[in-house]
């Protein structure tokens, strides 16, 4: 059984763990070429060469707030992602970039520096990479969130993770907005 982390971006961070968390692969992904849709359509063929059939995934959510000329590439590439995991059956948990970041650090508005020393201390795990640190948080939550389903409840002692899990397990209905009249 292998948890795998997906942290989609024009270098999506790509890590896999085992189910006692040793990791089995951490890597920067980037495609091949300079020059879109081959760039893309090669890095996506990358990402899925290394997902098996029964991997249990979890992928981070878009940035919604997220503003630049490279946002778009970046939804596509989710997209994209979204698409190729489907199409090959394979399930996956969409990951809050707010959440991934709060179950690394306790906190959710965390910086990305921020979080580079929380995850060598919790897990021992440091890369160069932030999309590659994402992704092995993002395989932890797919780990632990395994183990929760199993009992019915997050399985980890930490308060701020269990909180994380929690909202995934059991996500508040969103309320709708009243339509204001003109």
């Given at each position: 059984?292998?948890?795998?982390?997906?942290?989609?971006?024009?270098?999506?961070?790509?890590?896999?763990?085992?189910?006692?968390?040793?990791?089995?692969?951490?890597?920067?992904?980037?495609?091949?070429?300079?020059?879109?849709?081959k760039r893309m359509?090669?890095?996506?063929?990358?990402?899925?060469?290394?997902?098996?059939?029964?991997?249990?995934?979890?992928?981070?959510?878009?940035?919604?707030?997220a503003q630049g000329?490279?946002?778009?590439?970046?939804?596509?590439?989710?997209?994209?992602?979204?698409?190729?995991?489907?199409?090959?059956?394979?399930?996956?948990?969409?990951?809050?970039?707010?959440?991934?970041?709060?179950?690394?650090?306790?906190?959710?508005?965390?910086?990305?520096?921020?979080?580079?020393?929380?995850?060598?201390?919790?897990?021992?795990f440091e890369h160069?990479?932030?999309?590659?640190?994402?992704?092995?948080?993002?395989?932890?939550?797919?780990?632990?969130?395994?183990?929760?389903?199993?009992?019915?409840?997050?399985?980890?002692?930490?308060?701020?993770?269990?909180?994380?899990?929690?909202?995934?397990?059991?996500?508040?209905?969103?309320?709708?907005?009243?339509?204001?009249?003109?």
């Amino acid at each position: 059984m292998r948890f795998v982390g997906i942290d989609p971006s024009t270098r999506t961070g790509f890590v896999a763990i085992s189910e006692w968390g040793d990791v089995l692969r951490a890597n920067e992904l980037t495609g091949v070429g300079s020059q879109d849709p081959k760039r893309m359509a090669s890095l996506l063929g990358e990402v899925m060469a290394f997902v098996k059939p029964d991997d249990i995934v979890c992928i981070e959510g878009f940035a919604f707030g997220a503003q630049g000329q490279g946002v778009s590439v970046q939804y596509g590439i989710g997209w994209g992602l979204r698409v190729a995991l489907f199409r090959r059956g394979i399930a996956y948990t969409e990951v809050s970039p707010a959440s991934v970041k709060k179950f690394a650090t306790g906190k959710g508005n965390a910086k990305k520096d921020e979080m580079v020393l929380p995850i060598f201390k919790k897990w021992g795990f440091e890369h160069s990479s932030d999309n590659v640190r994402d992704a092995f948080v993002l395989a932890q939550i797919a780990r632990e969130l395994k183990f929760s389903q199993e009992v019915g409840e997050p399985t980890t002692t930490i308060k701020y993770e269990a909180e994380v899990i929690q909202s995934i397990l059991n996500p508040s209905e969103k309320k709708k907005r009243k339509k204001v009249a003109k």
